[in-house]
């Protein structure tokens, strides 16, 4: 009998340890992971400083979202990219402090559109000083030793290719530009900031394909639009006061100032096509359907997803410790009807 009590307390002792033993593990939450368990994967982020020369300029807006939105598709579940994007306002103080709060942040890598191409030395020298890689985009260094730095590189397309362009859409019009037929295409340049190498080369190609083609021209106007909508229907306006009907062509150095010179132009009574030829460079949408509608002649696409992707990728080469070209260029594209 005693054997028997002494087995059934035994028993309870067992089930009543068990019974501890249970509660305990079920207050300790979520199991311990076992010992061949993988730990979650390190994610890198990467910090990107970009300033742009100024946010109001049509193009540069479409170059700057997309900037943004292809680092984004770039992301993995173990790298991201942090981009900052900033305002230089058009003013080269302000886009120097931008870089040197950048630099000062610890950013990985810079994009910088200039607000001036000749102050590209001094923000070189400030990238190089902290080791950080910087790719220039839209406005080239043009100065002599310029990008001095192994991880310094320009991403943008020939400004030369887009004047030409220019010039041989109108060259290549029936009436080779001369609207009114006496022998010599009288034409009014409204330009960006003639500083800027697009500016100069624009101005410069679009009427040495028309003299290469065997055409005459005579200059009637040229001022500086600063690639401002408002300032080119000013200009446009005011080029069409002065000389009236003896203006064929009307050439600008961007999309943005022939938006403007098309509304001078509808003001002043003329019609595209008809008394009066308008070319841009961009390919903004708008001047796209104009082109298409017939109310602006031609336009030159300035592939700003193509550069805007081929500068990111540079930027990421960078990041993974490659190198880059020098100068990396992307085609330009004439856009007629």
Not at 85 to 103: C, R, S, Y
């Amino acid at each position: 009998m005693k054997s028997r009590k002494l087995l059934s307390m035994l028993l309870c002792c067992l089930l009543l340890l068990a019974s501890i033993t249970g509660c305990a593990g079920g207050t300790s939450g979520a199991a311990a992971p076992s010992a061949g368990a993988a730990a979650a994967p390190e994610v890198k982020t990467y910090n990107v400083g970009v300033s742009i020369y100024k946010y109001d300029d049509n193009f540069m807006t479409l170059y700057r979202n997309e900037i943004a939105a292809y680092f984004k598709t770039l992301e993995t579940d173990t790298v991201k990219y942090n981009v900052n994007i900033q305002d230089g306002k058009g003013d080269m103080a302000e886009q120097t402090n931008q870089v040197d709060t950048f630099l000062a942040q610890g950013v990985d890598v810079l994009i910088i559109n200039l607000v001036q191409s000749s102050s590209e030395a001094t923000i070189t020298e400030k990238a190089k000083a902290a080791n950080v890689p910087v790719v220039y985009i839209n406005r080239e260094p043009m100065e002599e030793n310029a990008m001095d730095y192994d991880k310094a590189c320009y991403v943008g397309a020939d400004a030369r290719q887009s004047g030409t362009y220019q010039g041989e859409i109108i060259a290549n019009l029936p009436t080779k530009g001369d609207v009114d037929g006496d022998g010599t295409v009288r034409y009014v340049m409204i330009m960006g900031d003639p500083e800027n190498v697009d500016a100069q080369y624009r101005t410069e190609y679009s009427i040495k394909a028309l003299t290469d083609s065997g055409i005459a021209v005579e200059e009637l106007f040229k001022q500086r639009g600063d690639w401002d909508q408002a300032k080119g229907q000013e200009l446009a306006a005011s080029a069409l006061s002065q000389f009236g009907n003896s203006i064929d062509v009307i050439f600008c150095n961007n999309d943005g100032m022939a938006l403007g010179a098309a509304q001078a132009i509808s003001s002043a009574g003329r019609t595209v096509g008809k008394d009066i030829y308008l070319v841009g460079v961009d390919a903004l949408d708008e001047c796209v359907e104009m082109v298409k509608a017939g109310t602006m002649t031609g336009t030159v696409l300035n592939d700003h997803i193509g550069q805007s992707h081929t500068a990111v990728d540079a930027a990421v080469k960078y990041l993974n410790g490659g190198t880059n070209d020098k100068r990396i260029m992307v085609d330009y594209q004439k856009v007629t009807a």
